[in-house]
């Protein structure tokens, strides 16, 4: 069975810049999650959707971040504009409702 | 207070020895409780889960949980080289809007010296 995709795998882009993420989860899933990993800290959540409805984005920087999942499969996590403090992995994953979470490779962001 | 909360670490032990990692989380209605292993550069992976009181066993891993102290931990014993990486602990909300939701420690790191 295949994994959670995340493209692309690196970006470096520089400061005020825009940037996209992208993530297809494991098939059959209807639960899917971003999250932002700082160095040295743990996975915190950014946005979980549910098909395409959005369950939660409490900690989603809402004036500089979006994410949309319009099919309920894949999904994109934008950043516009990009600022230093952003420099982070970004991490996609996918359960069954309910069910374990399976984390993507993630996307290794470093804005300069 | 932080929701969730590992022992700092660096945590440095033999091979061959028994290695012990500590959580302690804030929501008392939480249910599920998550052991992730992260190896440097690499996602995530889910080692153990437990959700109920007690001990729960797989392999070399023994995962405990107290609620009533809400404490979970995991200890590794018979440690190899192979299992130094950093250690999530990762708690999952009890439900509504916080149901599959996973709030994660800063992360434990371990190294196993040979």
């Known amino acids: 069975e295949a994994g959670v995709a995340q493209s692309p795998r690196y970006k470096i882009i520089e400061k005020r810049q825009s940037v996209a993420f992208w993530c297809n989860p494991i098939?059959?899933?209807?639960?899917l999650y971003w999250y932002q990993q700082i160095l040295g800290q743990g996975p915190k959540l950014l946005i979980q959707?549910?098909?395409?409805?959005?369950?939660?984005d409490s900690q989603l920087p809402k004036d500089r971040f979006s994410a949309e999942r319009l099919k309920g499969v894949d999904s994109t996590l934008k950043i516009q504009p990009a600022k230093l403090e952003d420099s982070a992995v970004y991490l996609c994953a996918s359960s069954l409702v309910g069910g374990t979470q399976y984390f993507g490779p993630g996307t290794r962001l470093t804005v300069l | 207070q932080k929701e969730v909360e590992q022992n700092s670490g660096p945590l440095s032990v033999p091979e061959g020895a028994i290695a012990s990692l500590n959580c302690t989380y804030s929501d008392r209605v939480s249910q599920s409780f998550f052991w992730y292993r992260q190896y440097s550069g690499k996602s995530p992976e889910l080692i153990m889960s437990?959700?109920?009181?007690g001990d729960k066993e797989d392999g070399r891993f023994t995962a405990q949980l107290n609620k009533a102290s809400q404490y979970v931990s995991l200890l590794i014993r018979d440690s190899q080289p192979s299992d130094s990486a950093t250690y999530l602990c990762?708690?999952?909300?009890?439900?509504?809007?916080?149901?599959?939701?996973?709030?994660f420690g800063q992360g434990t790191i371990l190294t196993v010296h040979p």
């Open positions: 098939s059959g899933h209807a639960t």
């Open positions: 437990i959700y109920s009181n």
């Open positions: 990762a708690v999952r909300g009890a439900g509504g809007t916080s149901y599959g939701k996973l709030t």
């Open positions: 959707f549910q098909n395409n409805g959005v369950v939660d």
